[in-house]
């Protein structure tokens, strides 16, 4: 009870609150009076100055809340993150950038699969990054920039080091905490009140971004993933909701989540990554995210395959983030649809976070082929599609997989025609 007490007046207990109270408790003696006394006058009441002053300072206090709240919920992610795209490519210019249909996109492509790939973990799990003091200093402030996402604290994946040789892509790999990812690589654009200075310009100041080992940022782990219905064989893009900690109200891939922990970690192997946890909570997101479950394609042999690629997201000052595709077997569009939007008036379903949306348009790969691309959206069929830099990315790499598998599909059909003639 006394806990319960404490946070109650933590929450309730503040100067406008008091002042509320204050200056009801002399118009309710006056009020309390003139009931009393035989002489209530309803004409006479309104025109005692304390009502009004009472009135002015309420109405205030709550079209300046309302305001503050609105305004912040709309603009607390430029606030955090640069969306001066152009500004971020000139910046890292040494570093060489995505470049898709003649524009430069501030995103880094590390690996893009053109064949068979191994997966290796080599994690530590016992390493835990440790948030820069500069940065610790100002935790405060810069999480109050968070103020209008619904956010808490979990053990992420951070990537520390990404080799490829000899088909094999080894992924070195430690903890963070997702609060560091908030006060780092969430808020890197974020101007510290009594230093006029942002995360980026304290770590990655340019003209290239600092590989992945020499990073100074949480660098949690990260994915878009996309799936194809088995009917219509179309991408679900789903439109975020406005209380996530990036990219509120804007159009995303059919899955973008951080790798958790809580899925691909267990006690039973000391809490850490391999290879076929790695697929476990790939897995347990689209169960939880698309309310897929049972159907075949849901395997671990299925993701690691179609794992296509690994880029760094330089809008969130390098945060590492990995592209899968998963051709479904079972599920079809209109059941999609229904697990996606079929919670569209719950306001509880509106505000959990367990999933990001709950609007949904399917696209065919033919639809975003033809599709008119642009650093921060994609127009299909004469329509606007809002989407973060590295949403768009991800469909560019898709579509250049996809191009890139099919040319090898063809070469390989046209030698065994060669070989039967």
Known sequence: MKRKLYFWAKKHVNSDNVKLVVLAIPLAIILVQQIVGGKFDWTEFFDVSILITFIILVISDVVAKIIQKTISGKTEDFA??????????????????????????????????????????????????????????????????????????????????LEYKENELILHTSRTQYFDSLMTNRACDYVFSNRKITVRELYEPGPF??????????????????????????????????????????WGTSVEASLKTAEALDSEHKYAIWEQSFSKAIIGELETELGITGDGSLSHSNIQKNIFAFYRDIVECGKPQFLFYLQL????????????????KSKKDRENVDSDGYKVRFFTLEQLKSAEFHVDKIVIKGKKYKMMPSSIVSVALLLKYMEEKEAIIDKTNCAILKAMK
Request: hydrophobic share 30%; charged share 30%; with cysteine.
């Open 80 to 161: 955090k993150l640069s969306n001066q795209y152009d500004d971020l490519v000139k910046k890292y210019k040494c570093t060489e950038l995505m470049q898709f249909r003649g524009i430069t996109y501030p995103e880094q492509c590390l690996w893009l699969r053109d064949g068979a790939t191994k997966f290796t973990f080599v994690d530590e799990s016992e390493k835990f990054y440790e948030l820069p003091s500069q940065v610790a200093d100002h935790s405060g402030e810069i999480m109050e920039a968070h103020s209008a996402s619904n956010v808490f604290n979990k053990i992420n994946i951070r990537l520390d080091d």
């Open 209 to 250: 971004l600092k590989p992945l080992h020499l990073s100074r940022l949480s660098n949690h782990i990260g994915y878009n993933g996309f799936v194809i219905t088995s009917d219509t064989k179309a991408i679900p893009f789903i439109l975020r909701k406005k209380n996530l900690s990036i990219a509120k109200n804007r």
């Open 329 to 344: 077997q079972d599920t079809k569009e209109d059941k999609l649809r229904k697990s996606i939007e079929g919670t569209k």
